[in-house]
């Protein structure tokens, strides 16, 4: 059975770069599932930030693609996420997911607990 | 970008009886669309995905419907356990991205 948790500092000044890591057990970050990350600000919905396929292309999130990277680390199991030049609208909850292309329509079937992270000086 | 809205903000049920969930997408998406319930404090939980098909584990009583661009999620006989936020989310395939609806809190009524 799968497992995400995220992991990463829960404050981050603004300005600076917000790195998060998604550790994944039962799973390989190198078999054939988009890996992904969703955010939600305080009290609002989910945002669909960024999704990788292994040793495919990364695909982000229009209004965020300038300022994130997702990668995914095979050596660790690891998927990781970096947002720069953050700002407090960057505040919220960050889960990490994982999609299993064998289901219609691609959805998000696994789900990490979320990393709330605070964007404040 | 393909949009996708979402109603009721709020829908007041009653334990027993049927609530229909609703979700429009601005284009076409044909039938990659999925729901999700999140209860406070916890990540969402796959309901529905191929805008029809239960996931693993999903009581009967959730039934998602439709394709193209109007989508619908039935539970009929709400339990108590059932209050919570539902969110739609469509897939686009190329270039692939993922757009989730505003959500619909269903409260007791």
């Known amino acids: 059975q799968v497992q995400l948790q995220e992991s990463g500092p829960g404050l981050v000044k603004p300005s600076e770069t917000l790195s998060l890591t998604c550790t994944v057990s039962?799973?390989?970050?190198?078999?054939?599932?988009?890996w992904g990350w969703i955010r939600q600000a305080p009290g609002k919905g989910l945002e669909w930030i960024a999704s990788?396929?292994?040793?495919?292309?990364?695909y982000y999130n229009p209004s965020l693609r300038s300022r994130v990277t997702i990668s995914l680390d095979t050596s660790n199991n690891h998927v990781s996420l970096e947002v720069n030049s953050v700002t407090a609208a960057d505040t919220a909850v960050y889960f990490c997911?994982?999609?299993?292309?064998?289901?219609?329509?691609?959805?998000?079937?696994?789900w990490g607990q979320g990393n709330l992270v605070i964007v404040s000086s | 970008e393909i949009v996708v809205t979402q109603s009721p903000a709020t829908l007041s049920v009653s334990p027993g009886e049927r609530a229909t969930l609703s979700c429009r997408a601005s284009?076409?998406?044909?039938?990659?669309f999925a729901w999700y319930q999140q209860k406070p404090g916890q990540a969402p939980r796959l309901l529905i995905y191929?805008?029809?098909t239960r996931a693993t584990g999903i009581p009967a009583r959730f039934s998602g419907s439709g394709s193209e661009t109007e989508f619908t999620l039935t539970i009929s006989g709400l339990q108590s356990e059932d209050f919570a936020v539902y969110y739609c989310?469509?897939?686009?395939?190329?270039?692939?991205?993922?757009?989730f609806g505003q959500g619909t809190k269903v409260e007791a009524k």
């Open positions: 997911a994982r999609v299993d292309v064998r289901l219609a329509g691609f959805p998000f079937e696994n």
């Open positions: 191929g805008a029809s």
């Open positions: 990788r396929y292994p040793s495919g292309t990364a």
């Open positions: 284009q076409s998406v044909s039938n990659n």
């Open positions: 039962g799973s390989s970050v190198n078999r054939a599932y988009y």
């Open positions: 989310q469509q897939y686009d395939n190329w270039p692939p991205s993922w757009t």
